[in-house]
């Protein structure tokens, strides 16, 4: 658009309306020399109260002065609209505005952000006024960089009154009433309804629209799965509204400058945005940018998820790819993080700030803010940040700092270069994990999401999350490999895709369980259902519960611990492993140019276990024979798990491999890359003085000798011959 910047957007949150003025100065100084450019404002912090106190008496004469500050510093500023809290006022107009769990109960005031009901008349008329005023103001101020819209959208993801799980929300008469006229859309007649919504235990006969209801309670306490499906996509659906409801109140004022939203995924108490409304799919193609928010040290994730950062990156540039828009970075921690008052739960350090920052560089983003700047004295909760509360510097301003000259030393390069997409696409179902969450097994799929994925990264293949929209569209016939972790709910429409798309040539990868459930939460009449069956060559797979059988494959020995499926074949379908009573374990069958990969365990969830290399050994194998080679592999002697983590940008002529490195002693390491076809002209190493080393290339392969240090980086430039 005609307002982005001529640099790479690289900044930090701050909060004008909370620091002191006299103070504006000195940090804004202080982010121009760290090789800043961006500045996030208004997100939290109450922004909407401080600016419009009472109702109709705006007070922009502050937040002008810190645009006339910031552009005087060369700064520009992306803007929140602030509607993820309203003030105080708008709850003493209009009591009922609050959210309403499944138990009748408000939610309490000042417990999180987003307690105001997006349903409520009175919210959407106040918000949308809010949201005008502020782009009239904005789009005035000469260095107005773009907008986020509201903070993190969906229902409030902390725990208000019960102790191991959220709330349910909203159900109060708006929200009663849009979701009526939401399923009224989709089914259309109340018999219609009525036969969906079956359910054993709770079969009701729906004679009147008042009639239809949302759910109470969860699918595990018996009640009905299919209207449990339709609560929660109807809410999915909701906040994707809601967010281009504001892209519209912002663009009939402003029409140049960018729009955005900044998210999450994979959140403890919500894996999958079931509980919180959130499908970023459908967010994403609502703004023009997409954002998530980075934040390892919370929880100290790393320590027993150390793919946690590429996965998680790797969902948020997929979905940024899906909707055709830049990948942003909104939050990006900057300091020693959680805990209260035994925290940090994880002191993040300058090699943190170095690590996250190459992580999301090599993963495609497209903007990074640290969250925030500066300390805050009234967060009780450990949130360390760049500067301590003086505003003096820490050792993580000099990393970001030394980032920052990085990132304006090689800024064309870097904001046009691009992520080759994956060699490996993990299918994701926003109706497959409400199902799961609903019957309590949420955290399985997670466990198996993680399998499946940290198997193909740890092997060095790159890696999408794909859709079943995008398997009908075939946006996935590219894809070498795609792999269906737990996948236990799946309609005729993306079982024939999937069929279409082995059939074209690809490589399809399934787990036990796979298919067994209808769009509905019904079981499906044949398992594996329609297409996926040939795709994988089998008659049938009939579930059987946990025993103890194990699988020899080659010369290891695995026990999977969970249930498995016992497997009818199609003929001519291959079997690679069996279970100790004969049952084919893992079996490979061909169909048209493409094969069909079939695991009867968990071998998803169960790579995750002590003994669980039974995917990763057989994938590897197959993926061998079929030709089928990461573009970056990184070997180090003695170690297993991706401890160095390669990630590709492709540019004009160039090509630059980042490494983050999580190695806590000196190493050598060999890099193998695939050159497609390309001669290297040279190579240079490092992120300021930048030196030419040596490699050897044998036809399509390149192979570099690097001796790295501990918790240092790697950036590794390569220049192609013309």
């Keep these: 658009m005609s307002s982005e910047l001529p640099q790479f957007p690289y900044g930090a949150s701050y909060s004008p309306l909370v620091y002191p003025e006299a103070e504006w100065s000195g940090d804004l100084a202080a982010m121009r020399d760290a090789g800043m450019n961006l500045i996030r404002v208004g997100d939290v912090h109450g922004s909407w109260d401080r600016i419009e106190p009472r109702r109709g008496e705006f007070q922009f004469e502050k937040l002008a002065r810190f645009y006339k500050t910031a552009q005087e510093h060369g700064l520009w500023v992306i803007l929140s609209t602030g509607t993820s809290c309203p003030p105080l006022w708008l709850v003493t107009r209009h009591p ?48 107005h960089f773009g907008w986020q819209i509201s903070n993190e959208i969906g229902f409030p993801f902390m725990p208000t009154r019960e102790r191991d799980m959220l709330d349910l929300y909203c159900y109060c008469p708006h929200c009663r009433a849009e979701f009526q006229t939401w399923v009224r859309e989709k089914y259309g007649t109340l018999e219609a309804v009525s036969e969906a919504w079956m359910w054993s235990t709770t079969a009701f006969w729906y004679n009147d629209w008042a009639e239809v209801n949302p759910p109470e309670a969860l699918p595990s306490a018996w009640s009905g799965v299919t209207r449990w499906i339709d609560w929660r996509l109807f809410w999915q659906k909701a906040f994707a509204r809601f967010a281009r409801r504001q892209h519209e109140a912002i663009r009939r004022i402003d029409t140049e400058h960018p729009t955005s939203i900044n998210t999450f995924n994979f959140k403890g108490y919500d894996r999958f945005g079931t509980y919180t409304g959130l499908d970023q799919w459908q967010i994403a193609q609502q703004v023009d940018h997409i954002g998530y928010d980075l934040y390892p040290g919370s929880g100290n994730k790393l320590s027993s998820r150390p793919e ?90 000099a990393a970001a700092s030394e980032l920052g000259h990085y990132i304006r030393g090689n800024d064309e390069f870097l904001r046009s270069a691009q992520v080759p997409l994956g060699e490996v696409a993990l299918l994701e179902s926003k109706p497959n994990a409400i199902f799961l969450k609903g019957i309590g097994q949420e955290e399985l799929l997670f466990t198996a ?38 996948l236990g709910l799946i309609d005729l429409e993306t079982a024939e895709g999937l069929r279409r798309y082995v059939d074209q040539g690809g490589l399809l990868v399934t787990f036990a369980r796979c298919g067994s459930f209808t769009e509905r939460g019904w079981y499906h009449r044949q398992v594996p259902p329609g297409g996926l069956a040939a795709a994988l060559g089998l008659t049938g797979a009939a579930p059987d519960g946990p025993g103890t059988h194990s699988v020899r494959y080659q010369d290891t020995t695995f026990t999977p611990k969970r249930s498995r499926d ?116 040279h190579i240079e190493r490092g992120f300021g003085n930048k030196e030419r080393i040596t490699w050897s290339q044998e036809q399509d392969n390149i192979t570099i000798e690097l001796n790295t240090k501990k918790e240092v980086g790697e950036a590794l430039d390569i220049f192609w011959r013309t």
Excluded at 451 to 476: C, H, K, M, N
Aim: glycine letters at 10%; aromatic letters at 10%; a negative charge.
């Design 96 to 143: 009922d505005v609050s959210i309403v769990s499944s138990r009748g109960e408000s939610y309490p005031l000042a417990a999180s952000y987003h307690w105001a009901c997006i349903h409520h008349p009175a919210f959407v008329e106040e918000s949308d006024r809010y949201t005008e005023a502020l782009a009239s103001f904005a789009v005035q101020q000469p260095n």
């Design 308 to 397: 946690h950062s590429s996965i998680f990156l790797d969902h948020g540039r997929s979905v940024s790819q899906s909707a055709g828009s830049a990948f942003w970075l909104h939050e990006m921690e900057s300091g020693p993080i959680g805990g209260w008052l035994l925290g940090p739960e994880y002191n993040t350090g300058a090699v943190d700030i170095w690590r996250n920052g190459l992580e999301a560089l090599g993963h495609n983003v497209k903007l990074i803010l640290y969250m925030p700047w500066r300390e805050w004295d009234y967060q009780p909760l450990h949130w360390g940040a760049l500067v301590d509360l003086d505003g003096s510097p820490t050792p993580r301003l």
């Design 449 to 486: 999401q993680r399998g499946a994925y940290r198997a193909a990264w740890e092997l060095g293949y790159r890696v999408d999350f794909i859709t079943p929209a995008q398997v009908a569209s075939r946006e996935i016939d590219h894809y070498k490999a795609v792999m269906l972790p737990l």
């Design 566 to 681: 016992l497997f009818s074949l199609l003929p001519g379908t291959e079997v690679l492993a069996s279970f100790d009573d004969g049952y084919p374990a893992v079996t490979l069958a061909q169909l048209g140019a493409g094969q069909g990969l079939a695991f009867a365990a968990h071998a998803d969830s169960e790579y995750l276990a002590g003994d669980g290399g039974l995917l990763k050994s057989v994938f590897a194998d197959v993926m061998r024979k079929l030709g089928i080679q990461p573009q970056v592999r990184l070997s180090v002697e003695g170690i297993t798990q991706r401890a160095l983590d390669p990630h590709l940008l492709e540019g004009p002529g160039r090509t630059t491999i980042l490494i983050a490195n999580y190695l806590t002693r000196d190493t050598s390491a060999t890099l193998h890359l695939k050159a497609m076809g390309r001669q290297v002209a």
